[in-house]
């Protein structure tokens, strides 16, 4: 099967994390099922590992595109949270930019951004490009009805802000 270049694109941003990937890249074959053209985002530690692995494949019978934007990352160090943090905040942002100016919007530009909930920064990015974005959530409901109710239980003061 050809990927067709005049199917609206789908921008998908999971969090650097296997277990965020996998649902990510599910919904992106899935997107793709539906006449969309996906487009997933990773870091460059995170894509080196998929690829790899042999967990993705970057060819035209899954429909899905596999793009990596530099992480800041070194790759003879292991990554832990804060590094990939600090990459998704203080790195990652503007090539997500450059992607999406790129490849345009409307019809046959990029007609949305699915960004993991935990990779929030995607969500700021897509708004100023003024391009649709919609939240996703591969964990449980109630984790993420616990990590949503966190500001509410600081305002209450029933739990701390600080260490």
Not at 97 to 123: M, R
Request: glycine letters at 6%; aromatic letters at 8%.
């Amino acid at each position: 099967m050809e990927v067709q270049c005049s199917r609206p694109k789908v921008v998908l941003v999971p969090y650097p994390a296997q277990g965020h990937v996998s649902p990510m890249v599910q919904l992106a074959s899935a997107l793709h099922s539906l006449g969309f053209q996906p487009i997933v985002i990773n870091a460059q530690f995170m894509h080196d590992r998929l690829f790899n692995n042999g967990v993705a494949r970057d060819d035209h019978d899954s429909g899905v595109m596999f793009l990596s934007v530099p992480d800041g990352i070194h790759g003879d160090r292991p990554c832990d949270f804060v590094s990939i943090l600090f990459a998704m905040e203080n790195v990652m942002p503007a090539h997500l930019e450059k992607i999406l100016e790129s490849f345009g919007h409307g019809e046959e530009g990029i007609v949305c951004v699915v960004t993991d909930l935990l990779a929030s920064w995607a969500i700021r990015v897509a708004e100023q490009r003024r391009v649709p974005v919609a939240g996703f959530w591969p964990a449980m409901h109630a984790t993420y009805s616990i990590v949503k109710s966190i500001p509410d239980l600081i305002q209450q003061s029933l739990i701390s802000s600080v260490d």
